[in-house]
Every structure is written in C-alpha cells, then in structure tokens.
C-alpha cells in the first residue's frame, strides 16, 4: 500500500480542478509524490459532473495516475455497520461518504476533504493544510 497515502475526496478534487490556489498546491504535491488514493465512489463523483468533454479528458489522464481502491464486499458490510452505527447516534450520512470512510480507515489513510461530517466518523484521519 501507498506510505501515507492520501484520499482526496471529491471536494477537494473539484477545486483542484478549477485551478483553486490552495488546493491545486496540495494536491499537486501529493501527486508528485505519489501519495494520491481514490475509489470508484470518488471518479463517479467527478464523472457526473463533468460540462465538457475536455473536463471528461483532464480527469481521465489524472485517474490513470493515481492508485484506485476497489472496495471488496467485506468493506461494504464494514461501511453498512458503521453507517448503522451513525444512526442509532442520530447521525446520518451519505452511504457513498460512509464507504469513502470505511476505505480510509480499512487501509490506515488519510483523508483530504472538505465536509466536516466526515469529523463526526471514529477513526478517519482527516488530512490539514
């Protein structure tokens, strides 16, 4: 696995992408160092947003870089269980976010990321600038 490997979420990628300073920086240097990390929840994300065929390109050539963490089914009942467990606190969120969370907390990695609701999951490191 990546030595401090980073998640950056899909938040993060989206301001990478519009050029944004402080995160095209960030994320610049962790790709240079090869420290990126992304499933297929994330490059769906970015899919779905996509206007032009040129965003379609960029983000294709970026993904062909990065490390890509399929989540096996034992995740998945990973990511329902502690989905289930949010609840029963009376927290609910999103189940792509939960399964992003279970991935970074599985394989030990960081995540970069711009919603604060991924604070409120035990044992995901988020990733500061």
Known sequence: ?????VIVDTSVFINFLKGKEKY????????????VV??????AELMQGIRKK??????????????????PTELWVKAGKLSS??????????????????IAIDYNLSLFTLDK??????GVRIYKI
């Open 54 to 71: 040129e965003e379609e390109e960029h983000i294709a050539g970026l993904m062909s870089s990065i490390t890509i963490l399929e989540i």
């Open 24 to 35: 095209a920086m960030e994320v610049t240097a962790l790709l240079e160092k090869n420290r």
């Open 117 to 122: 609701h991924f604070e409120q999951i035990s």
């Open 1 to 5: 696995m990546i030595k401090d490997g």
């Open 38 to 43: 992304t499933t297929g929840i994330i490059i």
């Open 85 to 102: 467990s949010l609840r029963r606190k009376g927290t609910t969120l999103p189940l792509t976010d939960i399964a992003i969370a279970a």
